[in-house]
């Protein structure tokens, strides 16, 4: 079983920064992608960054230039820097790992989401 525990959001207002981390704890043999995901306010789901072990990160449009996902293996731990936010940034934030078990298929696990305010 794995465990995803994560930062806290919180309001910020335009131009600010804030960043964001989530720490998966469990037995399994490695963490393949970690990841960050959002969702707005009557938008669907949408990529934020996908930190691969050995590739590139890789942004969604929205936030290129502005956010900077990274990873520390030997904390199992993923982060987001946010900056320059703006309001539309406003969402829910979710953390993915692609875990590989003991024994078994890899699969996904996720946050359970943090909230982040952009407002003056």
Known sequence: ????????GGLVQPGASLTLSCTASGTFRDIDDMGW????????RELVATIPIRE???YGDAVKGRFTGSRDDAKNTVYL???????EDT???YC???VRPEV???RYYWGQGIQVTVSP
Request: no cysteine; glycine share 6%; proline share 9%.
């Open 37 to 44: 995901y959002r969702q707005a306010p009557g938008k669907q």
């Open 104 to 106: 078994g298929p890899a």
């Open 1 to 8: 079983q794995v465990q995803v525990v994560e930062s806290e």
């Open 96 to 98: 993915t790992f692609l």
């Open 91 to 93: 969402a829910i934030y």
């Open 81 to 87: 820097q946010m900056d320059s936010l703006v309001p």
């Open 56 to 58: 590139r990160t890789f």
